[in-house]
């Protein structure tokens, strides 16, 4: 009995995850498929790494103080009891995927785009889910800040093709090695003077790491952090340069920006130049894409000395953002009575399906005004009649179920008018 009852209970998708249903899946797959021919015309090229990866590559890449790494990720033992995790993020997977396949070898320039699933055990709420998908771009190798502004650049191409409307630029510099110590010496001093007030998160990340503080969502940590001491009257002669010449490749493209000091980045990784682009109409949710460079993080991989740059864009967010589309499959709707006109019909869809026109064959007893409503409500661009009569003289009807208009003629024929229509 209890086996019964069992078997019957629904099993629904997992808190924090959802279907992308077929009627958005075509939007998805218009925007993803944008974005990717942008890319190309910038010279990158598609990366796709495994879903999962060792724990330790984003411990050490994502960086162990970061909000990712302490609360967000989906890590598990498996079978033979190593610790993997669902990657909370794509960049350290593809520094991983470099070094293993000696990429920095290879004579094409260093530019990898990647559009998937990412995961993070955050909480979830309106827009946001624990399977989100993310579009991610990565340069090597390129230490000059007019990749900087190019890939800003490029991004902007991408968002008014997608007419995506009004955004801003936040622009900041995070310093390097060098030149960052000295300021998180001085931030934390200031954090120090006002520790009582901040949350028990920030509290802790006073010593650990008081970069973090930016990013906390409490409005009291957040008004605070706003009278600390910003990065960008620190950074080293080598740093300042680079953001200059930065900020000056953005006025030749002529996207507007603004200089936010506080802008750091959620992560550990980043050097030099951090970036935003943020949607007028997304409320507070309202960063599009973020990213930045992170110059350090293959020398700490293990791998050569290469410098990277790079931006991750949250689809769901995007796809919000964009102008939507109505994309609509055209086909063709077979009606017909009988086994044997239904066996003519089989034949006739193969055929025109070889040709690239898209058929729908459906086998349920249906009467033939009902199969005409069928196809009314399915919205079936045209409909092929195969009657006894029409079989039996191997010419067939078809009807433009917009104009109404009717053509009869020999499948050679109607595939014609088809492809001339399509
Ligand atoms: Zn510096
Ligand atoms: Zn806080």
């Known amino acids: 009995m209890r086996e019964e009852t069992q078997a019957k209970k629904q099993i629904d998708a997992i808190k924090g995850t959802k279907d992308i249903l077929p009627c958005e899946a075509g939007e998805w797959r218009r925007v993803e498929g944008v974005t990717k021919g942008i890319f190309e015309l910038y010279g990158y090229r598609e990366l796709r790494a495994p879903v999962f990866e060792a724990t330790e590559l984003f411990e050490r890449g994502t960086g162990q103080t970061s909000d990712i790494v302490i609360k967000e990720m989906y890590t598990f033992k498996d079978k033979a009891g190593r610790s993997l995790t669902l990657r909370p993020e794509y960049t350290p997977s593809v520094v991983r995927s470099i070094i293993e396949n000696r990429l920095y070898l290879q004579p094409e320039p260093m530019r990898y785009y990647y559009i998937g699933p990412m995961f993070r055990y955050d909480k ?192 769901e967010r995007l796809l919000s953002a964009v102008k939507p589309r109505v994309t609509k499959n055209s086909f063709l709707y077979f009606v017909y009575m009988g086994e044997e006109s239904k066996k003519a019909a089989m034949g006739l869809a193969r055929y025109f399906r070889e040709n690239g026109i898209e058929c729908l064959l459906e086998f349920k007893d249906r009467g033939l005004k009902n199969q005409l409503s069928r196809a009314n409500k399915l919205e079936a661009n045209w409909v092929l009649i195969a009657g006894e009569e029409e079989v039996a003289r191997n010419r067939y009807q078809i009807k433009n179920m917009k104009t109404s208009e009717q053509k009869e003629g020999s499948r050679e024929e109607i595939l014609k008018v088809l492809l001339e229509n399509k």
């Open 124 to 315: 979830p709420q309106k827009g946001r889910y624990r399977q989100f998908h993310q579009v991610d771009i990565e340069v090597f190798g390129e230490k000059d800040p007019a990749i900087d502004a190019e890939i800003i650049e490029m991004a902007h191409h991408l968002l008014k093709t997608l007419e995506v409307g009004e955004t801003e630029t936040l622009v900041n510099s995070v310093g390097c090695a060098a030149c960052r110590p000295a300021y998180l010496r001085e931030l934390r001093v200031e954090a120090q003077k006002v520790k009582e007030a901040l949350c028990p998160d920030c509290q802790r990340k006073v010593i650990a790491n008081p970069l973090r503080i930016f990013d906390c969502k409490v409005e009291t940590c957040r008004e605070l952090s706003r009278t600390f001491p910003q990065i960008i009257n620190f950074l080293c002669a080598e740093c300042e340069e680079h953001f200059k010449l930065f900020c000056s490749y953005l006025d030749l493209y002529q996207i507007a920006y603004r200089v936010e000091p506080h802008l750091v980045r959620g992560l550990d990784y980043y050097t030099k130049t951090a970036f935003e682009v943020i949607s007028g109409k997304l409320g507070a949710q309202n960063a599009l894409l973020g990213g930045g460079r992170y110059d350090d993080m293959m020398k700490q991989f293990g791998g050569p000395d290469i410098c990277a740059i790079g931006f991750a864009m949250g689809m």
